[in-house]
């Protein structure tokens, strides 16, 4: 028993964030129905669906739509109303479409002409893939076109891998690995911890007065408090935000003595 739901998130999952090319599409369905065991075509209600899920998601669908259609409802309206052997016709789309539309209303916000061009999108590979069940040769021939397929894809990825051994061996990548670890250590000794020390910082404003001295002729040494006003600022990043968000001081001068963080 196919699990179609499994299929549908297995899908969405291979589809994300990527846009094939047709050929690229194609070995993505493969790969998907071989990953299922169902690589292989039978002449089977089951079967016909999940390789028309498969191939109605890989044609890039929003994850939605593919959720859809994986609905076991839905997937029972198309088994008692469109799969019939005798008649090569659809019956009661109407019924599906209706259902399609309801069950959808709460997750998507499609009108309902769109309901109906997703509807014929699935129809149309679920047609493809009855009509060529039914015939014996023609299936015999699309099971053995698709094993061919599946051989030349996975002589494909043995080539891969084999060519990614081998780069693994080369000289560029073993320096490549060697100055990832030596980046990884130094971020792990150093960047990941926080060794950054708030700078603390004052603004000094030279007082105004006038100036007395003790003998004609002599001023009077100041101390420092005597002679500027001071602003202090712990830490100094207070006054720096202060100072960028003001469009009226274009110019700052920072004064330091040697090591204090001038640079910092």
């Not at 493969?30 to 089977?44: A, G, I, P, S």
């Not at 799969?83 to 599906?96: L, Q, S, T």
């Not at 000794?189 to 007395?212: M, P, S, T, V």
Request: hydrophobic share 35%; no cysteine; charged share 35%.
């Amino acid at each position: 028993m196919i699990l179609i739901e499994d299929l549908a998130a297995e899908i969405i999952a291979a589809t994300a964030g990527k846009a094939w090319e047709k050929l690229e599409r194609n070995h993505k369905v493969l790969k998907l129905l071989q990953k299922f065991n169902l690589d292989t075509l039978k002449d089977d209600f089951d079967s016909i669906y999940a390789h028309t899920l498969v191939k109605y998601g890989v044609e890039r669908k929003p994850p939605e739509l593919v959720t859809l259609f994986a609905d076991d409802a839905v997937k029972q309206l198309f088994k008692r109303n469109l799969y019939d052997k005798k008649e090569n016709k659809f019956k009661d789309v109407p019924d599906i479409l209706s259902h399609l539309q309801k069950i959808g209303r709460p997750r998507l916000y499609l009108k309902a002409d769109q309901y109906e061009n997703q509807l014929n999108d699935f129809l149309g590979f679920f047609s493809e893939f009855t009509n060529t069940s039914r015939n014996p040769k023609e299936l015999e021939l699309f099971n053995k076109v698709n094993k061919l397929e599946l051989q030349h894809i996975k002589m494909i990825e043995q080539q891969e891998e084999l060519l990614e051994v081998q780069r693994k061996k080369s000289f560029d990548y073993q320096i490549e690995q060697y100055l990832i670890r030596l980046k990884n250590d130094f971020q792990k000794a150093y960047l990941n911890k926080n060794w950054y020390i708030d700078l603390n910082g004052e603004i000094r404003r030279e007082k105004r007065f006038l100036e007395k001295s003790e003998k004609p002729g002599e001023k009077r040494e100041l101390k420092k408090e005597d002679k500027y006003d001071t602003i202090s600022y712990s830490p100094l990043d207070s006054f720096i935000h202060q100072w960028l968000n003001d469009d009226s001081q274009n110019f700052l001068v920072i004064i330091g003595e040697y090591g204090t963080g001038k640079t910092t």
